[in-house]
């Protein structure tokens, strides 16, 4: 008896995560008792995710409402987006960049408070005929002023290179290229 199609099972994991069409090539080799066609021996296969983009958060609200209707389903804009940055934070290299960015961004937030403490401590205590607090520099209006604008100047300068540094990081770029390709991937079935 002689049979002319055989089944194989390849396992796929199922990790609930939105993700663009699955690929892959299955070459069979090493056949025994039996030949490989010339051209039949590889398959590409395809599979298709049936998770909601950006997260599974509000699949049900999509599916009964559809994805034009976020307003009519009760899906919070702000919680859509908070899970499309969820989404973002599983590409390489985009969780370390965004936490850098949130990192350089409360830098600047101390800066401000830094430098409106610095310019009240000029004005009060250093300049002002009622000093409440200490001169830096003991007994030395000159020196204290020195050391005030040094505290103001060189934190912005550091704030000011890591402010190019962040604008290298790309983190928009790479978002924008992730999704267009996932889109394409997914929606078209192009690779």
């Given amino acids: 008896m002689t049979e002319k199609h ?5 396992p796929v994991l ?18 025994r008792n039996c030949e490989l066609g010339r051209f039949l021996f590889v398959a590409r296969v395809k599979v298709i995710d049936t998770d909601v983009f950006p997260t599974n958060r509000f699949a049900e609200q999509i599916k009964t409402y559809g994805p034009e209707n976020l307003r009519e389903a009760g899906i919070p ?7 499309y940055a969820k989404l973002n934070l599983t590409y390489d290299n985009l969780n370390w960049k ?4 949130i990192a350089i961004d ?6 401000l408070l830094l430098s409106t403490y610095i310019i009240e401590y000029v004005a009060d205590d250093v300049l002002g005929s009622n000093p409440h607090r200490p001169l830096l520099v003991e007994n030395n209006r000159d020196e204290t002023l020195l050391a005030a604008v040094a505290l103001y100047i060189i934190p912005n300068g550091i704030l000011n290179i890591l402010a190019l540094w962040q604008a290298e990081l790309g983190i928009a770029q790479t978002a924008r290229s992730k999704l267009q390709e996932n889109i394409m991937t997914k929606y078209m079935n192009y690779t």
Avoid: C, H, M
Avoid at 98 to 101: G, I, L
């Fill in 6 to 10: 055989k089944t194989i099972e390849i």
């Fill in 14 to 31: 199922d990790d609930g995560r939105w993700n663009p069409t699955l690929e892959f090539t299955v070459k069979l080799a090493d056949p």
């Fill in 77 to 83: 804009a702000t919680d859509l987006l908070l899970e």
């Fill in 98 to 101: 965004s936490f850098a960015t």
């Fill in 106 to 111: 409360q830098l600047e937030n101390l800066y």
